[in-house]
């Protein structure tokens, strides 16, 4: 988001998701994310699902 600067509230605007659920996405408190949502995302913001996700091991 920041290279492309866009506030979150634009990226939610853009996805049609709720700001408060691209909140709980982008601080990593979500226990899933549905493809069509994570491919929305990397439409708007133009990237590759590796580029914005990250496997922790809980």
Known sequence: ?????M???ELSEKVGLTLANLSILKTGKAK???FSTLDAICKVLDCQPGDILEYRED
Do not use: D, I, N, Q
Not at 1 to 5: D, N, Q, S, W
């Open 1 to 5: 988001m920041a290279k492309r600067k």
């Open 7 to 9: 506030s979150l509230g």
């Open 32 to 34: 899933a994310v549905r």
